[in-house]
């Protein structure tokens, strides 16, 4: 099984800023399977980026993602009040699927 | 409208069963992978089953296999989840889900939630 580990748990931010979001693959992952979520509070999550770097439909362009091998980054140019918010990495290159426990991205 | 609807969800003793169900509507099932995601309360996502298109090659979760079993009804367009043994770390919120990135799918419902108590 493919463990992602997101660290740290909790990144503390103010509008405007840019933040990165790391998560780190136990074994190397395919970037055509590896995807972002960002969940709200009581919602189910929705898609940021797939396939590593390609933002899904609607997804603004403040929102990158980056990587390869076993290391992966989410980047946020420049943090809107709505993205405040958990994010998930998950791969489903390798059976099981698996999502790291998620980075809070939180107004400091 | 796409949509993805489970049900089935409540307050189960633990080693009882409970048998989840997801209906789609607005489009069909029968072309994609369909998965069940449980978040258990405060914590993360776990991809605890999935079943591709077909119904061949099933994945399990560890933590679930040989307790759960999902199946699919393409012409009813529904997913199911039987949960049986269940225990009070099986609680969570459970998402039935599908995915097709560069279709531009990205499905989900609203979740149930089985809670698992004596």
């Known amino acids: 099984e493919v463990v992602l580990t997101q660290s740290p748990g909790t990144l503390s931010f103010s509008p405007g800023e840019r933040a990165t979001l790391s998560c780190r693959a136990s074994q190397s992952v395919n970037t055509k399977f590896f995807v972002w979520y960002q969940q709200k509070h009581g919602r189910a999550p929705r898609v940021l980026i797939y396939?590593?770097?390609s933002r899904a439909t609607g997804i603004p362009d403040r929102f990158s993602g980056s990587g390869s091998g076993t290391d992966f980054t989410l980047t946020i140019s420049r943090l809107e009040p709505e993205d405040f918010a958990v994010y998930y990495c998950q791969q489903y290159g390798s059976s099981p699927y698996t999502f790291g426990q998620g980075t809070k991205v939180e107004i400091k | 409208q796409v949509q993805l609807v489970e049900s089935g969800g409540g307050v189960v003793q633990p080693g009882r069963s409970l048998r989840l169900s997801c209906s789609a509507s607005g489009f069909s099932i029968s072309r994609y992978a369909m998965h069940w995601v449980r978040q258990a309360p405060g914590k993360g996502l776990e991809c605890v089953a999935q079943i591709p298109f077909d119904g061949n090659k099933i994945v399990y979760a560890d933590s679930v296999r040989g307790r759960f079993t999902i199946s699919r009804d393409n012409s009813q367009n529904t997913v199911s989840l039987q949960m049986n043994s269940l225990t009070v770390e099986d609680t969570a919120v459970y998402y039935c889900?599908?995915?097709?990135?560069?279709?531009?799918?990205?499905?989900w419902g609203q979740g149930t939630l089985v809670t698992v108590s004596s």
């Open positions: 396939a590593t770097s």
């Open positions: 889900a599908t995915w097709a990135f560069t279709l531009g799918i990205d499905y």
